[in-house]
């Protein structure tokens, strides 16, 4: 218990929601699942300001090397020699996330409070200024969240070797969408349900857009009854129905694992399901303000370095 209200401190201190507290930190110290997942820097408070800063900071270094304007940046300069104006781009990008970062004190403080629950982490890089980090146990979870980033690796490297002009940019942006066993091996460690994972697996390889498929089926099931928001059990997940008894289950045994070790962090997590059933319900639009941000955000390339 000290464990944790030293985390939840170092997480409130930031500003980090008590929500993504739950569902990443708490959720996997109790074992209701092996794994979360946050997206940086969308998932820190005021992600979007700092998504623009990387933007400007980016933009200026960029700036400065090809105007060779800057005594300063004569190091970037040197380091970036030799590289193609693409390779160049995504260094730089790439350069201005972690140094954006690194003085965020909400990004500081999930590391500390991850570590104060002696949680292991792995950050994975999506795009140069897109990271998702995984969290899991030290103990148990860490081999299999190694072998699973390895074949995302892969499915990436191969997407990206296969790519034409035409390949449209959401295909590379997310490949390992399109990867049913990666995608099963990676919904097991989150905790969601297998009949959820299959329906949202068939759906992307068949082009269907999940989040207006859930967001239909909750406008509809609010309307005539046939949800739980248990079910909606923590964020990015779309269970194959507003009702799906597997996705409930798992939102119960959250409720009462959280309840055992302390009844505020219960009734907050019973809260939230509500927020997120708002969150699914306007989520198609969000999805697609995302893309069009990062199509803007980040250089055109022809590979991933
Ligand atoms: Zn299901």
């Not at 794994?35 to 820190?44: D, F, G, R, T, Y």
């Not at 500081?108 to 002696?118: N, Q, V």
């Not at 969150?279 to 955000?297: C, I, T």
């Amino acid at each position: 218990m000290e464990r944790l209200k030293r985390a939840q401190e170092l997480c409130r201190g930031a500003g980090l929601t008590d929500e993504m507290f739950i569902e990443n930190m708490v959720m996997v110290y109790l074992g209701v699942r092996s794994l979360s997942l946050v997206s940086l820097p969308a998932e820190l408070p005021g992600g979007d300001i700092i998504g623009r800063k990387i933007d400007i900071m980016y933009r200026e270094s960029l700036r400065k090397i090809e105007e060779r304007t800057s005594l300063s940046k004569v190091g970037l300069a040197i380091r970036t020699m030799g590289m193609s104006s693409i390779q160049r781009k995504r260094f730089l990008l790439r350069q201005a996330y972690h140094e954006t970062l690194r003085e965020t004190h909400a990004y500081r403080s999930l590391f500390e409070a991850a570590a104060a629950l002696d949680m292991s982490y792995l950050p994975f890089e999506v795009r140069p200024s897109i990271q998702e980090v995984y969290f899991c146990r030290a103990q148990d979870s860490r081999e299999q969240l190694l072998r699973l980033v390895q074949s995302r690796v892969m499915i990436r490297q191969e997407a990206w070797a296969r790519a034409t002009a035409d390949t449209p940019y959401w295909l590379l942006a997310y490949p390992e969408e399109h990867e049913p066993d990666f995608m099963r091996r990676l919904g097991k460690l989150l905790g969601y349900p297998d009949c959820c994972v299959s329906s949202y697996v068939k759906e992307r390889l068949s082009g269907k857009n999940v989040e207006r498929r859930a967001a239909r089926q909750l406008t509809l099931a609010t309307k005539e009854g046939g949800f739980s928001p248990w079910a909606f059990f923590v964020k990015h997940f779309f269970p194959c129905r507003p009702d799906c008894a597997a996705a409930v289950r798992q939102g119960e045994t959250a409720r009462v694992a959280l309840g055992m070790v302390c009844s505020g962090l219960a009734e907050e997590y019973a809260r939230t399901r509500y927020a997120r059933i708002g969150q699914v319900l306007v989520g198609p639009d969000e999805v697609a303000d995302h893309l069009r941000n990062l199509q803007q955000l980040e250089p055109p390339a022809a590979s991933p370095e």
